[in-house]
Nanobody, 126 residues
Framework: QVQLVQSGGGSVQAGGSLRLSCAPS????????MGWFRQAPGKEREFIGS????????SYADSVKGRFTISRDKTNNTVYLQMNSLKFEDTGVYYC???????????????????WGQGTQVTVSS
């Protein structure tokens, strides 16, 4: 089993930056890919980006490409979501997730992920 503990949420003005953290524990060795998702009230959970565990390769949704960066600290396995140039429409609950397998056809679909963090609120004001 894998546990994911998130931190770093909060409020920020539009144009500002925020960094979210996701600390895995337990059977870290089974993780194949980490994903980040967000959900605004009344909307479906939205894929943000992903990171391959062993190769550190990343991919991003078009809505955040060039503004958000996913990284992994190899010293403690913490995964970060660095968010720059934040917009009001970035507001929502942000989740990190882990999957035991990777497929290009499912990496952006939340229902295929095996483990989830508790979520953290990000609020961007105008």
């Amino acid at each position: 089993q894998v546990q994911l503990v998130q931190s770093g949420g909060g409020s920020v003005q539009a144009g500002g930056s925020l960094r979210l953290s996701c600390a895995p524990s337990g059977r870290i060795d089974v993780i194949a890919v980490m994903g980040w998702f967000r959900q605004a009230p009344g909307k479906e959970r939205e894929f943000i980006g992903s990171l391959l565990w062993s190769g550190y390769r990343t991919s991003y949704a078009d809505s955040v490409k060039g503004r958000f960066t996913i990284s992994r600290d190899k010293t403690n396995n913490t995964v970060y979501l660095q968010m720059n140039s934040l917009k009001f429409e970035d507001t929502g609950v942000y989740y990190c997730a882990a999957d035991r397998t990777f497929s290009a056809g499912t990496v952006a679909t939340s229902k295929w992920y095996d483990y989830w963090g508790q979520g953290t609120q990000v609020t961007v004001s105008s």
